[in-house]
């Protein structure tokens, strides 16, 4: 079964000390391109989040929000230089005195002044929360990968539908094809009675020439290998492991011989069903780059 390279999935946990809430995003991307959101406390553990998601999502664009609360947390998450900030504040006084202007809001301006507040990292040596988080982001990952499934099978419907169409218009060639060579061949007998009355030719050159034209406009090379293509696109299609690349590179084949029957056959009521299967096939491109 195919996956969807959307996805999204939210893990959240609560205990006496703390509340956590891990949020994943997934959009398409050729590799695994991983952006990750986590407090700073534990930015050292960033290298075994990527461990953790490398082995749930193979590929796409993930986006990864961690949020974490300390319940047990009495201490203010900055600091403040309380030094610093009266000197701010004594040294604006002090100009403003002297250029008599106006002393309102000095106290915000010292407040905002660099240095004055700092934010303060929690140094993290609890265990007992990283195991929590590391938790919830693989609550979220497997949600995510849920996600990916249920959106793969929605597209493998998709996806078959739309090789019945396409097969659908190869059926209506392939009745068109032989009423389309009997008329042309009618048309070249018609015209060539009226030119050989008056003029005299090799038959033998004559013979090859309709056998070389003919072998131009033939399409059942064509058709045989585009029926390949589509049994081999559905075969890929239902197999379990990631297929997203292999049914891009099928699919740009199928359209090489649907735009080759069309070209060789120059015949309207064929070029109607190849715009049906063209359009069909732009369907599954474009949903093709969202499978993984």
């Known amino acids: 079964m195919i996956k969807s390279m959307t996805g999204y999935g939210l893990a959240s946990i609560e205990n006496d000390d703390f509340i956590i809430s891990v949020e994943v995003k997934t959009l398409n991307s050729k590799f695994l391109d991983l952006s990750i959101r986590s407090p700073k406390q534990f930015s050292e ?3 075994e989040i990527r461990n953790l998601v ?3 999502l193979d590929r796409g664009k993930v986006n990864l929000n961690i949020e974490f609360a300390n319940k047990t947390g009495v201490d203010l998450p900055i600091s403040i230089n309380e030094d610093l900030l009266l000197s701010y504040y004594q040294r604006y006084k002090e100009i403003s005195d002297k250029t008599e202007g106006p002393a309102t809001d000095l106290f915000k301006i010292a407040l905002q002044s660099p240095n004055v507040i700092s934010n303060l990292v929690e140094k993290t040596s609890d265990s007992e929360a990283w195991e929590a988080v590391k938790g919830a982001i693989e609550q979220a ?3 995510c990968d849920d996600f990916r499934k249920d959106e793969g099978q929605v597209l493998q419907e998709k996806f078959m539908e739309n090789l019945t169409v ?3 218009g190869l059926t209506n060639v392939k009745e068109v ?3 389309r060579k009997e008329r042309i061949r009618q048309r070249i007998r018609n015209n060539f009675n009226d030119w050989l009355e008056e003029n005299d030719f090799d038959k033998n050159r004559f013979e090859q020439e309709l056998i070389y034209y003919f072998e131009k406009i033939d399409i059942t090379e064509e058709i ?3 029926e390949t293509h589509l049994n081999y696109f559905e075969k890929n299609l239902l197999e379990d492991s990631n297929q997203g690349k292999k049914l891009g590179f099928i699919s740009q084949e199928i359209g090489r011989e649907i735009n080759t029957i069309g070209s060789k056959a120059n015949d309207a009521a064929i070029q109607q069903h190849v715009v049906v299967m063209k ?4 369907k599954i491109k474009e949903q093709s780059l969202n499978i993984l």
Do not use: T
């Not at 359009?279 to 732009?282: C, F, G, K, V, Y």
């Open 54 to 56: 490398s082995k749930i």
């Open 166 to 168: 396409i097969r659908e």
């Open 279 to 282: 359009d069909e096939l732009e």
């Open 224 to 226: 045989v290998r585009l």
């Open 177 to 179: 094809d032989p009423i």
């Open 141 to 143: 990952l497997a949600k």
């Open 45 to 47: 553990k960033e290298l």
